[in-house]
């Protein structure tokens, strides 16, 4: 007689992604491994002898199990250590908003990491929309522009940009007006938000493990780094998964553990 707990295929293929021993992101993913083959011909058979040949293994993240971690799955494909930026004040108020256009200089234009720039409104509301152009460099000393639309807004809005700044050397404020003249800007970097930029991937450890029954099969892959990254866009009734080929430094070093 079979038992409930025997039925069917080994469930799970959930693995942890570790790094010095420290979790780092919970995932589910495929792993084969796969053997060549070495054939060799002999005199007076019909058929070549075959040995066995160099290993490979495939492994592949096919979801990350926490939301929170896709962020990590997508970013250390890209780099080993993310940019988190640092908080500090670039202009605590920029030249009033009163429908022309102005340059003016940062009091502060380097940033300790690079960061986001975030323009928060205060004073008075903006009536009037226009831009603000954004004129800095990135962490490699490039030069770097950034346009960002401004509508009417109440006082208290924040405005933050895409691009990561290591340096802001001035901005340009067009077309924007706001009540009495009065309003401005005060211009600020952003603490600890992860960008991530390329550089050497991150590298990992990858303990997956499947269970039946009493069964239980322990996956152990050291030295992982992820081959590949990215997102496949799907419509609005659809979760984003993230999907991302991971190679391994040295494949002798697979082990499987059953209990």
Known sequence: MTTVADFGEYTGAMGTITVGGVPLADVQ???KWERATV???RGGKHSDINIPGKL???TKITKALVYGDIEKTLGYSLTDTPITGTAETLLASSHVLDGTDNYEDMTDDTIATASRIRY???TNAITTGGTITIIGEDKDENPMEELIEVEPSAIGTTWTSTKVFKKVFGHVLRGMD???DLGTFAVASIAGSSTYTVGDP???D???TLTKGGHT???TQPDCWFKAGGIAWEDAGKIIDVEGDVEMRDPDTLSVSVT
């Open 202 to 204: 991150k590298i990992f």
């Open 120 to 122: 928060t409104l205060q």
């Open 206 to 208: 990858l303990v997956g």
């Open 217 to 219: 099969i322990v996956i």
């Open 56 to 58: 490979s293994v495939t």
């Open 39 to 41: 054939s060799h011909s």
């Open 178 to 180: 706001s009540t009495s």
């Open 29 to 31: 993913y495929d792993v």
